[in-house]
């Protein structure tokens, strides 16, 4: 059976169940800095390494700053299948998109990848019927929740460049875990213009 679902707007409520949207606007914990300069936002996103607290007896993990360079995924006649959810039981998971050479045609007005997440199930694995997916655009960053069913990213239509910060310990259950699940078409043509690709 093929689950259909439509996009919704990333914002700081909707999104607060999963994690926290990293962004200029609707913060509360703004104050101005560097003499009047800088506008600076503090506390966006809860940063979490449960293997000091929670598990002790698992090998610490080393906070990981990184880069994806994510390419965009094929869609067919403006849907997006998802197949696959994971998760990072120990760590939370920091997404914010940056503007790399060669990369200069990003509109920051207009969604350039996809969020999408997915509630725990009794059986200890992604809710299939809580599946929800968020269009978010390149002036929004995202934290994971550590624990969080979400999906691998998902850019559409364009490349776009991630700053990403994780802890690991590099034992591949702890750092990330993945459950196929059955197939959730979402229609992406409410958001994302442009789109190419064939029948389904």
């Known amino acids: 059976m093929v689950h259909q679902?439509?996009?919704?707007?990333?914002?700081?409520?909707?999104?607060?169940p999963y994690g926290d949207v990293i962004q200029l606007e609707g913060n509360?914990?703004?104050?101005?800095?560097?003499?009047?300069?800088?506008k600076r936002?503090?506390?966006?996103?809860?940063?979490?390494?449960?293997?000091?607290?929670?598990?002790?007896?698992?090998p610490n993990g080393k906070p990981n700053m990184c880069i994806f360079s994510s390419s965009p995924r094929p869609t067919v006649a403006g849907?997006?299948?998802?197949?696959?959810?994971?998760?990072?039981?120990?760590?939370?998971?920091?997404?914010?998109?940056?503007?790399?050479?060669?990369?200069?045609s990003i509109n920051p007005d207009e969604p350039s990848y996809l969020v999408i997440v997915a509630e725990n199930g009794p059986d200890d694995k992604p809710l299939l019927n809580t599946v929800r997916a968020f269009a978010a655009s390149s002036t929004q960053g995202i934290n994971y929740k550590?624990?969080?069913?979400?999906?691998?990213?998902?850019?559409?239509g364009q490349r776009v460049d991630f700053l990403v910060l994780v802890w690991e310990n590099k034992v591949p259950l702890h750092d990330?875990?993945?459950?196929?699940?059955?197939?959730?078409?979402?229609?992406?043509?409410?958001?994302?213009?442009?789109?190419?690709?064939?029948?389904l």
Not at 80 to 101: D, G, T
């Open 79 to 104: 849907r997006f299948e998802v197949k696959l959810l994971e998760r990072h039981p120990y760590s939370s998971q920091v997404f914010m998109p940056i503007l790399q050479a060669g990369n200069s």
């Open 28 to 38: 509360s914990n703004t104050i101005i800095a560097n003499q009047g300069t800088a």
């Open 146 to 156: 550590a624990n969080s069913w979400h999906s691998p990213m998902v850019c559409i």
């Open 41 to 58: 936002v503090n506390y966006v996103a809860k940063l979490e390494n449960l293997r000091e607290s929670t598990a002790p007896a698992i």
């Open 5 to 16: 679902i439509t996009i919704e707007p990333l914002t700081i409520d909707s999104f607060k």
């Open 176 to 199: 990330c875990e993945e459950a196929p699940i059955e197939s959730v078409l979402v229609d992406l043509t409410p958001s994302f213009k442009n789109l190419t690709g064939g029948k």
